[in-house]
């Protein structure tokens, strides 16, 4: 159970074009779901919260216009990143949670995309 | 500023091996700590603690939590590579987990 997906594994897209990540929850409703972004050797850096149907909320530093995220449904976010440039390449990973405000709640991870901006 | 911080950032052991890996917090509002194993992708959830003293087990691996002194320990014992990973420590409060920066661990034959 807990099993969440994310599409696409692996991108290479080049400098200026828009690159949309999906993020499913295959068995189980997520109210909440965050975005991370993790560099080589450095933790996880949390981006966004995002609950059903309602406004994401971002952390501090990071560009809502250029990580534009939608939570459409109890069981997909998007993250959709505006203008990629060499700078965003990552490697981005969703979470989700049956909670709200799921702070201090267990977080089921996707396996992660890796983004590539020539 | 809430912060987590893992000790030791790197770790090298043998095969049968125990090891104690370290995590202290410090998080307004603290709600949860949780260990995660991270291989080549994205995390896999361990351990979710909220009460301090009392120890979860899980095979080989357990973990307790001790909110006296805000922290936690992830012991393993009789290592395998398998085991071969980064642990993450996080501490979540109302809003959000706050992570540690891991600890690698290499498990060699």
């Known amino acids: 159970g807990a099993v969440v997906s994310q599409h696409p594994s692996w991108v290479i897209c080049k400098s200026g074009t828009s690159v949309k990540i999906e993020c499913r929850s295959l068995d189980f409703q997520a109210t909440t779901m965050f975005w991370y972004r993790q560099f080589p050797k450095q933790s996880l850096m949390l981006m966004a919260t995002?609950?059903?149907?309602?406004?994401?909320?971002?952390e501090q530093g990071v560009e809502k216009d250029k990580f534009l995220i939608n939570h459409a449904s109890l069981t997909l976010s998007t993250l959709t990143v505006t203008s990629a440039h060499p700078e965003d390449s990552s490697f981005y990973i969703c979470?989700?949670?049956?909670?709200?405000?799921?702070?201090?709640?267990?977080?089921?991870f996707g396996p992660g995309t890796r983004l590539l901006v020539l | 500023e809430d912060k987590v911080v893992q000790s030791p950032l790197s770790l090298v052991v043998h095969e049968g091996d125990t090891v104690t890996l370290n995590c202290s917090y410090e998080?307004?509002?603290?709600?949860?700590l949780l260990w995660y194993k991270q291989e080549k992708k994205a995390p896999t959830f361990l351990f979710m603690l909220t009460s301090s003293g009392i120890e979860k087990k899980s095979g080989r691996l357990s973990s307790i939590l001790d909110k006296k002194e805000l922290s936690s320990i992830l012991n393993i014992t009789a290592t395998q590579t398998g085991d071969s990973a980064i642990y993450l420590c996080a501490a979540g409060n109302n809003r959000k987990l706050i992570w540690g920066l891991g600890t690698s661990l290499a498990v060699n034959p």
């Open positions: 998080v307004t509002n603290f709600r949860s």
């Open positions: 979470s989700a949670s049956p909670t709200f405000l799921a702070g201090g709640e267990t977080q089921y």
């Open positions: 995002s609950n059903e149907g309602s406004k994401a909320t971002y």
